[in-house]
């Protein structure tokens, strides 16, 4: 489609070139919305959101091209000739109105909202129950949501495309090594409240991409698991659990197997094994085994940490880093998990959304013992202790180290 509007432009301008030198009609005056469609077509390659920029040259454009056929058809002078010519042209007409309607009426039926049930509940919250004045640091994805649906201000949104603060929202708040370098952002822009979800956490490895310097200091790992068979009862009380990732992770650390080190980026975690014992009507993790690959060798080795909430089991000696989250279901059964790299773990989104570890962040939604262990949408008001300050940095809207903006704007090493 985009190879075949291009070669239709280019001979768009070599027809009116040669009839521009054959009759000497100005066809050239055509130039303008012939540029203006040129432009935004390879503006919008790709990219459904522009269209609405390419639809006004195309319809100058096809509107023009149609009035120069009919007019060209009637003044052919053999009779026959001239009827096929505008008979040919209104065919066309009417098969691109029929293929526009069909187009619009395919895009109708298959509309979905765009906001998850959670997130309309919580949109619903925030709007019925923060105060007029409050401040939502969100991710900027839901920005302009919070705006119209919740009535709420946000630091960062679709309407108010701020690069820089992007940056800084991904590296201080989502990927934020400790509660006091959150507090200073949050502080910058009078933030009131925070709400993150799953899809965020899930979507951590590219917000830690954004949020990192030239050097990619805050990229991580995370990855969803998700098991094919549930629980497989051991006897008695116990159970096992195989989980396994969309594809083999990469570790973002050393490992040590046997007393030797391996290096970041040289090993993979395959599937995972957690057994569970079952305590009155809730489950708990006893302990769990990676599969890890390096090279051509195979391992077996514990996880570091297993949480599932609100047990923390840990594991020492050599063992895979980072945590393992088990996430249950409304039925309470564990399905699915989320393998975190120990930079991941200790980023402040994982904090809030997975550990309840924050101790100038109150969760106000939802409200304690409401909903599921891990609940998909959760908002927390912001208690700034009495000396917290910010850089005047966080305030400017354009990056100050040009290297860093190259970065960004290129991709990170």
């Known amino acids: 489609m985009y190879a075949s509007s291009i070669a239709l432009i280019a001979g768009y301008g070599l027809v009116a070139s040669f009839r521009r030198r054959r009759t000497g009609e100005d066809v050239m005056a055509l130039l303008l919305p012939l540029c203006w469609f040129s432009v935004t077509l390879m503006t919008a390659r790709g990219a459904q959101r522009y269209h609405f920029f390419l639809a006004p040259p195309s319809l100058i454009f096809m509107g023009i091209a149609l009035f120069e056929g009919f007019r060209g058809a009637r003044r052919l002078p053999i009779f026959p000739l001239k009827a096929s010519a505008l008979t040919l042209l209104a065919l066309v007409s009417i098969l691109l109105i029929l293929s526009c309607l069909r187009t619009d009426s395919r895009l109708i039926r298959s509309s979905r909202p765009l906001l998850s049930p959670p997130w309309r509940d919580a949109m619903e919250w925030m709007r019925d129950n923060l105060p007029e004045d409050a401040v939502v640091a969100a991710w900027w994805h839901y920005g302009s949501m919070i ?49 993150i979800s799953l899809s965020e956490l899930l979507s951590l490895p590219m917000i830690s991409w954004l949020g990192s310097d030239e050097e990619g200091d805050r990229q991580t790992i995370l990855s969803p698991l998700i098991s094919p068979d549930g629980l497989i009862p051991l006897g008695g009380d116990e159970f096992i659990l195989n989980l396994r990732p969309p ?36 489950l708990e993790p006893i302990r769990g085994t990676g599969v890890v690959r390096s090279g051509n060798s ?25 945590c393992l989250v088990l996430l249950p279901d409304g039925d309470k059964k564990v399905r699915r998990g989320i393998y975190l790299s120990g930079k991941a773990a200790g980023y402040l989104t994982a904090k809030l959304l997975l550990f309840q570890d924050a101790r100038h962040f109150r969760r106000v939604y939802p409200p304690s013992g409401e909903g599921s262990l891990v609940p998909e949408v959760q908002i927390w008001r912001v208690v700034y202790p009495g000396d917290i300050s910010y850089p005047e940095a966080y305030l400017e809207r354009e990056f100050p180290d040009p290297e860093l903006f190259r970065a960004w704007s290129r991709g990170k090493p």
């Open 247 to 282: 594809s083999w992770i990469r570790g973002d650390e050393p490992i040590r197997v046997n007393g030797r080190e391996i290096p970041k980026g040289e090993w993979f975690l395959g599937d995972v094994y957690v057994r569970l014992k079952r305590r009155g009507e809730r």
């Open 298 to 322: 195979v391992y077996k080795l514990p996880i570091r940490e297993i949480y599932l909430p609100p047990v923390r089991v840990r594991s020492e000696g050599e063992a895979i880093p980072g």
């Open 147 to 195: 705006n119209v649906l919740a009535h709420k201000s946000t630091v960062v949104d679709e309407d108010h495309f701020i690069p820089y603060w992007i940056h800084l929202i991904s590296r201080h708040l989502f990927c934020a090594k400790s509660e006091r370098e959150a507090l200073e952002l949050l502080k910058a822009h009078n933030v009131t409240h925070v709400a």
